[in-house]
């Protein structure tokens, strides 16, 4: 059966004050454009890459790549709290698969998931736990970082096991583009949150409030043109979606974290989801992008666009 994806951009400012009316109903109407997409290929599984902010992966342990058997949403910023609907069985024959294709992939049987895995399945579907969903972390933070040809042949092994299953699998990549939100860098971060991030000590509800508190005031900061946060990048965002468009993606494999980071922001590497996921699809041929939405958007802190895609039609 046929893979399909769809890519997304998620930001908590999404889920709270701040963003502007227009903003979000531009948003919301190509979040809509989405949610068909999905809904009219009606998935039987999905396989979700996806990102963390230090709420499930910590620096204590930290693999470039982790696969849940059993997951659950933390729930930051007024996201789904508990478990996900992960298939064991089904997650644990992946992770297998991926070892004998020679990536070195991780697995977790209790994996905590944050906004960047569990916003996007919101999104597209209301209920988090409507479909079954395979989590697959990608380290998009914390350094060093692996390189993006190594997250294109995942993708790749991903997508050549999903065509054994005869189920209609959407592959979802959550994250990106340029962005340098105000996530701790090991190298500035103070001692408190250094414990954290290295540990992975549990926040506190006040913590959790002050810290959703800061990103509001980044972001209104941000969206004046005032603060320390590198600009986004529409040029970066634009060249990188050409290539998602006309399935060039083997050009980032020559493509250097530091100049990523440089040009696009420390979390521009996000669009290791998006890598992953079209690397999947890819897989199994020739695909074709529909729904394409891409907007600099400073109240979100990001370049958001979402990007869907189907196998291209024969001939």
Known sequence: MPLAVCCVSHSPLLELPGPGRELLSEIGGALDQAREFVRNFDPELVVLFAPDHY??????????????????????????????????????ALAEALL??????????????????????????????????????LNSVA????????????GTAVGQHLATLGKR??????GGLSH??????????????????????????????????????????????????QPLNPDWDREFLELVDTGGLAAVDSWSNSEITRTAG????????WVAAFAALAA??????????????????????IRTARPADPG
Do not use: W
């Open 169 to 174: 699998v959407l592959v979802l990549g959550s």
């Open 100 to 137: 004998e294709a020679g990536i070195d992939i991780a697995t977790s049987a209790e994996m905590s998931v944050d906004h960047g895995t569990v916003q996007p399945l919101q999104q597209l579907f209301g209920d988090v736990t409507a479909r079954p969903v395979i989590p697959v972390f």
């Open 143 to 154: 350094t060093p970082l692996g390189p993006l040809r190594r997250v294109r042949a995942l």
């Open 284 to 305: 199994q041929g020739a695909y074709r992008t529909t729904v394409r939405y891409y907007r600099p958007s400073p109240e979100l802190i990001a370049g958001f666009a």
């Open 55 to 92: 709420n499930g992966f910590f620096y204590k342990l930290m693999p470039p790549f982790c696969l849940g058997t059993a997951a659950a949403g933390v729930g930051d910023y007024g996201t789904h709290s508990g478990p996900l609907n992960v298939p064991g069985e089904q997650a644990l």
């Open 266 to 273: 420390n979390s521009a590497h996000e669009i290791r989801t």
């Open 180 to 229: 340098d939100p105000p996530v701790p860098q090991r190298a500035t971060a103070p001692p408190p949150v250094l414990e954290r991030i290295v540990h992975g000590r549990p926040m506190t509800t006040e913590q959790r409030q002050a810290r959703q508190t800061a990103v509001m005031a980044a972001a209104a900061e941000f969206t004046a043109g005032d603060g320390p946060l």
